[in-house]
């Protein structure tokens, strides 16, 4: 396995092709620090006896590996994955990143064998060698799957301009070029490999973009315009939270060349699909881990400050706390009972059940403005005109912030501005407005969700219960 120095070098022997604020960047640029820093820690932890999740072994080597490099092999290994993201995303107190490239690679172990069976194709065993590769040297990879899409009533080829899906555009001896953009993709200017999976249901006429492939994130043509962003870090005040960023990123496939031993579906147009709807689900259980985490982070800091303030025990705090801990443990316990409920596909790979994974992510998709809500409602209005950190610590000012953001008389004012800072990241900084929208749209907003339900779940069944009950017999 890799450590997190050897992952900070790899980045930097990549080729410059990351552009933020008007330049072409390196990936040693400040501000993409803090998302590094946070997908370090799925190194660093890596053998810290608390965080035994984190590893695993290949069902292919029997070697040790990082459970972010690896195919879910049974409910247990779900229920692990979910468990890891949850402790993984609370030391980070937001988004690990590193899930989707996991993710993808469960989607991709199960499309390319479900492609193979039908057509005769190869695909899995290029998938598995390069799977191989991908354990062996403890890759990250951003999954690219969400496409730019133009006018969301169309189809990818009834598109007036057809690059608003990545495609096709070329079929060599040696390889394919690809041509398109996908856009709001996690890490990706801070990973080693992107994975790129079609976004939606592909009919015939889509075939040429019917496509999932890997590439090493510098490849010529890839070009990511990055939207790094990251907490506001109080000068000389030591806090973890200060280290913490996120990396979003818009990705141009300018001619991007990808041999085939890297194309893992190339026109098939029914396993595309397959591929979209698997890497959705495995994204969607990852949330039932990572989701109860960042409210953690909101119920943390709630409870605090109600503590600080003197009113923890009243009832209009116990009730948004309770509040929040029910959202919490029910994405939660949908993540459980969507790894119990889970099935061993003829790959191999251990898929979530479908309803409890959807509607666990459903659940905590239409509730994070809500947990705001309930945070902002309890901390009171100061987050959003709190002293800046120089300002605190400047000896001319600070006596006056001490005396008068003093709340309990046995709590010392600087716990109260701390605590209040970290509040104040997530109601009113740019990066707690990433992780908000996130909230919503990360995984797919939860009207897919609602797709995905109406799709599988047995109404049928419900209208049998009312008959019965009401003696109609048809
Ligand atoms: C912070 C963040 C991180 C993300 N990370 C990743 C990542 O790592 N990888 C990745 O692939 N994606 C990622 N996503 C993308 C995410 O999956 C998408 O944002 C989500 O699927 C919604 O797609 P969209 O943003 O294109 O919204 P749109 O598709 O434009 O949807 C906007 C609204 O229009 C509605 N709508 C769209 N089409 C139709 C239609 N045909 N009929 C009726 N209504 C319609 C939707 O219901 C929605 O309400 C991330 C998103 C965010 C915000």
Known sequence: MRTAEEYRNDLLKLKANIYIGGRKVKRDDPRLSGGINVISKTFELAEHPDFKELTTRSHLSGKKINRFTHINQSADDLMAKQLMTRKLCRVVGGCIQRCMGCDAINALSIATFAADMENGSDYNKRFLEY???????????????????????????????????????????????????????????????????????????????????????????????????????????????????????????????????????????????????????????????????????????????????????????????VDLAAVAELVFAAGIASAINGTKTPAGTFLPNEIYANIGRRHAGLNYYHELELLAEVAGGLPAALPFAEDFLNPETRPYVEKYIKRRADVPPESVYRCL????????????????????????????????????????????????LTGIKE
């Open 131 to 321: 799977l191989k590769e991908f354990q062996k040297r403890d890759l990250t990879a951003a999954c690219a799957q969400t496409d730019v899409k133009g006018d969301r009533s169309k189809r990818p080829h009834e598109q007036k301009d057809p690059d608003m899906y990545v495609r096709v555009v070329e079929k060599r001896s040696d390889g394919i070029i690809v041509r398109g953009a996908k856009n709001c993709i996690t890490m990706s200017a801070i990973a080693d490999e992107i994975i790129v999976i079609p976004t939606r249901a592909m009919t015939p006429n889509d075939v040429d973009y019917s496509v999932a492939f890997s590439i090493p994130a510098d490849t010529d043509g890839v070009k990511i315009i990055s939207r790094a962003s990251s907490l506001r870090a109080p000068k000389d005040l030591d806090m973890p939270q200060a280290e913490i960023g996120d990396d979003e990123g818009f990705i141009v496939f300018d001619d991007v060349f990808v041999p085939w031993d890297r194309v893992f579906l190339c026109g098939e147009n029914m396993y595309a699909t397959l591929a979209a709807h698997l890497f959705a689900l495995f994204h969607r259980h990852s949330y039932t881990g990572c989701k109860p985490a960042t409210t953690d982070v909101v119920m943390g800091f709630a409870a605090l400050i109600a503590d600080y303030n003197g009113v923890y025990n009243k009832s209009n705090i116990r009730d948004k706390l």
């Open 421 to 468: 800072y970290g509040i104040s990241n997530i109601l009113c900084s740019s990066f707690g407005g990433v992780l908000a929208v996130a909230g919503v749209h990360g995984g797919g907003s939860p009207v897919m969700e609602d797709i995905a339900i109406w799709r599988s779940y047995d109404f049928e069944e419900k209208k049998k219960i009312a008959k019965y």
